[in-house]
């Protein structure tokens, strides 16, 4: 039995579509049942609570082979990113009284520094607050999901895809949820470890690739187009940032086209991304034909 956080949003089902394609028991902790059915008809074992309760998640991990936790996003956090620290505190009073065999914890790209990576700074923080634990712990560190890129599917008509990456042909790391998903399934299966273990998942791909797949799916001649910096608190208030709050995720960007979160930081495994930029859009695009 494994327990997979987060199983109604990207990383958590793919993790658990991996999982059950192995013939492995999946357990969920879940706030709305209703939006879990479709796992619980697959064979998934519903537990009722969420992050917030850390006596949910040890009820959730009792009896676990191993258990693959994660933070909830907030685009735009308090500034003591008291969000996330309630979280971690949850998991690691959880995960101290359960102490699974084994953990899987998702991460970013730059977790390993510990200022001027914006909202990445919730990662940083859980790689810090889990290093204490009893059970061993590999922490998956990801590049930018092109899932992020899936507004482009619309806005992208006009043959334009905005992007905060800048230059636009610049390489960084980025990856597909599916590859997550199936990397920490891996990590949880695969033969045990002891201590802590850092992967690094992702492939080096520039706005422009990205762009270019995009026109691919759509038949249209698509060009990666870099938001000027002054506007990029405008263009995160469309994303739904809320006025005001979009500093977190500015800063982000900033670190990202500073170089921060390229591959290869010391110390590191890593696994390149098989699905790629194309792969996603088509696989919506055709889900919405559906």
Do not use: C
């Not at 998640?57 to 309630?86: C, Q, T």
């Not at 790689?127 to 890129?149: C, H, K, T, W």
């Amino acid at each position: 039995m494994f327990l997979v956080m987060g199983i109604t949003g990207n990383v958590g089902g793919a993790t658990a579509r991996h999982l059950l394609a192995q013939g492995k028991n999946v357990r969920a902790l879940v706030r709305d049942r209703e939006k879990a059915v479709k796992w619980a008809n697959q064979g998934v074992e519903l537990v009722d609570g969420d992050w917030n309760d850390s006596a949910a998640i040890e009820r959730a991990l009792k009896g676990v082979e191993g258990a693959f936790v994660m933070l909830p996003p907030v685009w735009a956090p308090s500034p003591d990113y008291k969000e996330a620290k309630s979280v971690i505190a949850n998991y690691v009073e959880a995960l101290t009284k359960a102490a699974p065999p084994q953990v899987v914890a998702l991460s970013s790209m730059g977790a390993n520094r510990t200022s001027g990576h914006g909202v990445i700074t919730a990662l940083s923080l859980l790689e810090q607050g889990f290093r204490d634990l009893i059970s061993p712990i590999a922490f998956v560190r990801a590049g930018g999901f092109f899932e992020n890129f899936l507004f482009g599917l619309q806005v992208a008509q006009g043959g334009t895809l905005p992007v905060f990456y800048n230059p636009t042909n610049r390489k960084s790391t980025m990856v597909a949820t599916n590859d997550i998903g199936a990397e920490v399934a891996t990590v949880l299966t695969g033969p045990a470890w002891s201590g802590q273990r850092i992967v690094e998942i992702g492939s080096m791909v520039t706005a422009d690739e990205v762009a270019e797949q995009l026109g691919e799916v759509l038949n249209l001649d698509v060009k990666a187009f870099a938001i000027p910096r002054a506007g990029w608190a405008e263009a995160l208030e469309q994303f739904g940032i809320p006025k005001g709050h979009s500093g977190p995720a500015e800063e982000m960007y900033e670190a990202v086209n500073a170089g921060w979160m390229d591959l290869g930081v010391e110390g590191t495994e890593h696994v390149a991304g098989t699905t790629s930029a194309r792969d996603v859009f088509a696989a919506a695009q055709n889900a919405a034909k559906a």
